[in-house]
């Protein structure tokens, strides 16, 4: 495996934002992205299981055969019925949009969804090792849930956890990603992005991530930036790889 690493996600993948993705997997397969991690939100708010769209499951698969590694991202990536605490209020009301699924979870409804979304990854024939919680939150307890369930690796936004036998690994990596909800988030994002890619660059970071979201490529100005960002990064000779392959067989 090459020693430098860049690991490109593409986030909230489900049938209602294909298009999107699609044309945002073609774009890093044009700048020399060869496999990206997608993650997959089973049944995205409620409104539709990827089970329902053969197509969608279809094309996920494909990209799976060429080297792209399907992730569970939650499985709502909601939180529904649930009622906030004030200490999860910046996170669930401005940080999110009411997102943070697996933040202050109750085990048992943690248990049901990560069951489930592993089994319905293996009746599609996809490899289910790797969990990333919806906005990278969760409470410490999901990490000794997650290997019970059968999952090796998560990710917060500042590393990559292995769960490997006899203990928890972990990776320290900054993710570059984007606000893009309002004017002043996408600016201040441009500017958080320029100053870690120039650390990451100096410091020579042997893993770089990089997190997308589908309305990234709405904003030319964002958008600009991750092509050239990717570009700088593959230039350095750091190799695409996804997580999975960090987890020892």
Known sequence: MAENLLFVTLHDVHPMNRKKIEKQRESLSAWGIEKVGLLIVPFYHHKKSIIEDPSFCAWISSCASLGDEPIVHGFYHDRIGRTDKLSELFWTRIYTQQEA????????????????????????????????????????????????VGYAYTVAIDRIILFENPSTSSI??????????????????????????????????????????????????????????????????????????????
């Not at 248990?111 to 906005?135: C, D, H, Q, T, V």
């Not at 990603?177 to 002043?184: F, G, I, V, Y």
């Open 172 to 249: 320290f990596s900054f993710s570059h990603c984007w606000s893009n909800r309002s004017a002043w988030r996408r600016a201040a994002s441009i500017v958080w992005n320029s100053w870690l890619k120039q650390r990451n660059i100096l410091s020579k970071k042997r893993y770089v991530r990089v997190g997308l979201h589908p309305e990234d490529s709405d904003y030319p100005a964002i958008w600009k930036q991750v092509e050239k960002s990717i570009k700088d990064f593959l230039e350095l000779g750091m190799h695409p790889e996804t997580y999975g392959s960090l987890v020892k067989s």
């Open 101 to 148: 699924e697996f933040l202050g979870i109750e085990k048992k409804v943690a248990f049901r969804r990560l069951e489930e979304a592993k089994k319905m990854f293996m009746s599609l024939g996809w490899s289910s090792r790797g969990f990333i919680a919806p906005g990278w939150l969760f409470d410490a307890p999901l990490l000794e849930w997650l290997p019970e």
